[in-house]
């Protein structure tokens, strides 16, 4: 009888596989980029409000002894903190992020050195030209006392908001000696308050304030722009 063939003296069974073609294969290293650009963009994306605050500090920062208003260290954070806007809608003060925001605190009967900042606030931010839309000029008033109507047309471009005065303290601080109402303070867009201005400025002081506004404005160009 023939011998028969085992399973192990049968010929090896190949399978043959295509090789991509070139167009494929540059396809998909241009789709693997695609997907490493995007992946690096949302992570951008995501870190841009950290670097955006420690850009605007720390390029202000060596300039300190420069700077005519005191940088603020560590920087605070708005307080979630109730606040009603003249015409009675509730509102908190963590919406005015966004924005530059130059800032006096008052009761609502604003005697001379409240009117004093008021005047200096307006055209502190008409002065910064066409960047005034990245700043707003904001009059924090602590008490229900009703603004006087002669003021209200110079406040047209103003916000004002109601805020309890308690609360308030807790986050803007005077420099020793001094009371809340007589500084005007700045808070970045992220919401941090960053600088306070000498306590009863006169008008002469004004050029020294302007120039640090602008300072600001120009550390923050690449990433700040008008509008909330």
């Given amino acids: 009888m023939a011998p028969t063939e085992s399973s192990s003296d049968q010929p090896l069974g190949l399978t043959v596989h295509s090789m991509p073609a070139p167009q494929d294969m540059a396809a998909n ?7 490493r650009w995007k992946m690096l963009l949302v992570l951008l994306v995501c870190a841009a409000p950290v670097v955006a605050s420690y850009v605007t500090y720390y390029l202000v920062r060596p300039q300190a002894r420069q700077n005519f208003g005191t940088l603020i260290d560590p920087q605070a954070p ?7 806007e003249m015409g009675g809608k509730q509102t908190n003060l963590r919406a005015l992020k966004g924005q530059w925001l130059l800032i006096s605190v008052a009761g609502g009967d604003c005697q001379a050195q409240c009117q004093h900042h008021l005047y200096m606030q307006r055209q502190l931010r008409e002065g910064l030209g066409k960047e005034k839309d990245r700043a707003d000029w904001v ?7 009703a603004i006087a109507p002669s003021l209200l047309p110079a406040l047209a471009t103003a916000t004002v908001l109601r805020v309890p005065a308690a609360p308030l303290q807790t986050w803007l ?18 919401g941090n308050w960053m600088m306070r201005f000498p306590a009863r400025m006169d008008v002469d002081q004004a050029p020294k304030v302007k120039r640090d506004m602008e300072r600001l404005l120009r550390a923050s160009a690449f990433w700040d722009t008008p509008g909330r």
């Fill in 78 to 84: 708005l307080p979630d903190l109730q606040a009603l």
């Fill in 139 to 145: 009059w924090l008033v602590t008490d229900d006392t």
């Fill in 173 to 190: 601080q005077p420099e020793q000696g001094a009371a809340l109402q007589d500084h005007l303070y700045v808070v970045d867009p992220l």
């Fill in 29 to 35: 290293a241009a789709h693997t980029r695609m997907g």
